[in-house]
């Protein structure tokens, strides 16, 4: 069986023949076709113009349609970032989107005079705040953003029923997931690793009353900490046991969890600290640490620039260096051991900060994927996308701000 998981959900696309489709006649043209089931361009539109203003949003209250002609440097500007960033995600939750609706009837479902209700009951609402009760009125305005009430309302429609396939699915819940789905999920989706933390340049000292300083090395812990250093890369990331040790000659034969209790300035995590298996290149650029872990194979160990913001309630000084709160600053060197992901480790009680609610999220995503997955490759048709498709960009659609702001409140 095919796997699939969020990350890599284009592979459900790209194993299937893209064909695109003639012209057809009428105002409002399909951009997705999938046999009886469509997407038109006005629910497309809706659809682009809806995510556009949610990323937006989360990136920060200041960005508008504006922005996407903003320079952000290298001759690029936010527009093509954006589109770099967001376009694939997007693209995949339309044909997901589309997939449910075909499997919706498969599956047997159907919506009750309730849930038709509410979706009538809540374009009506939109229709009312911005058109005053009336449909002509509220099209004048949505015109500008590529849509119309009708567009609107069978997309209401299609997101039900795609959320009535979701619970049928994984259950109201998520009580229907399998404890080896989310193994699977997690064995695909994270690594571990664990870091062995040399500080050269300052250590915590707690004096009379009890309150935690954070005092500079003097001359001599300084030149003491950088030899540990020297030796630790030596030991574990050249592996030269020629080399003549000094501080670490009767610990050539501890283990790195050994050493990392015996010289680690930082003994958080001793379980190993959990990341994404497939980190974005923010990620990366993000964490140092992270990246070394990626980079390296199970067992394997780089060392890299430890540094962090000072986030302490004192400034540590010595005359020529000082570092105030807030500052970002190097303090040592970090050894970064890839370790083998462990069964289960989702589950431990010490490795909650690492899997919340987001780990859940994402196993149901992968679970739910996975039928889209099944049932794309049941169907005795393919999908086909129009070629105005590429007519289509993040910065040539409006920020859908109707509906935005009449769910998630006034500007």
């Known amino acids: 069986m095919k796997r699939i998981i969020c990350h890599t959900l284009c592979l459900i696309f790209t194993v299937l023949l893209l064909i695109p489709m003639l012209s057809a006649c009428g105002k409002d043209k399909n951009i997705y076709e999938l046999g009886e089931y469509a997407i038109t361009e006005k629910e497309y539109n809706y659809l682009m113009g809806m995510f556009k203003k949610r990323a937006l949003a989360s990136l920060g209250g200041s960005l508008t349609d504006d922005s996407f002609e903003t320079e952000i440097g290298d001759g690029h500007t936010f527009g093509e970032y954006f589109e770099a960033r967001y376009r694939d995600g ?25 849930e038709k209700s509410t979706i009538n009951a809540t374009a009506t609402a939109i229709i009312a705040y911005y058109g005053n009760y009336n449909e002509g009125e509220f099209n004048k305005l949505a015109k500008d953003y590529g849509f119309d009430d009708e567009a609107m309302r069978h997309v209401y429609e299609m997101q039900f029923k795609e959320n009535k396939v979701r619970q049928h699915l994984l259950g109201i819940d998520n009580e229907n997931i399998k404890e080896s789905e989310r193994e699977e999920y997690y064995q695909e989706t994270y690594l571990r690793y664990k870091m062995l933390i040399v500080n050269t340049l300052y250590k915590l000292h707690t004096d009379s009353s009890g309150e935690v300083k954070f005092v500079l090395l003097d001359e001599y812990e300084k030149a003491e900490r950088e030899l540990l250093s020297k030796e630790l890369r030596e030991l574990l990331v050249n592996k030269n046991m020629e080399y003549d040790y000094i501080l670490l000659k009767d610990d050539l034969n501890l283990s790195f969890d050994e050493l990392w209790e015996k010289y680690s300035d930082d003994t958080y ?52 260096t000082t570092i105030k709160p807030g500052d970002y600053f190097e303090y040592g060197d970090v050894f970064v051991k890839r370790l083998e992901l462990n069964e289960g480790g989702y589950d431990k009680k010490a490795n909650r900060e690492f899997f919340g609610e987001s780990f ?34 993040f910065a040539s659609v409006k920020s859908n701000e109707l509906d935005y702001y009449f769910f998630e409140g006034d500007k």
């Open 269 to 320: 995590y001793p379980g190993g600290i959990y990341g994404p298996a497939h980190p974005t290149e923010e990620q990366l650029s993000g964490s140092n640490t992270l990246s070394a872990a990626y980079e390296s194979k199970v067992g394997e160990v780089k060392v890299v620039t430890a540094k962090r913001y000072f986030e302490g309630n004192a400034s540590l000084e010595d005359g020529n």
């Open 360 to 393: 859940e999220a994402g196993v149901a995503n992968a679970v739910y994927y996975k039928a889209i997955l099944n049932h794309a490759d049941s169907l005795p048709y393919d999908i086909m996308i129009s070629d105005k498709l590429a007519e289509y960009t």
């Open 90 to 114: 997007f693209e995949q939750s339309v044909m997901t989107l589309l997939y449910s609706q075909s499997l919706f009837d498969e599956l047997g479902l159907s919506l009750t005079d309730e």
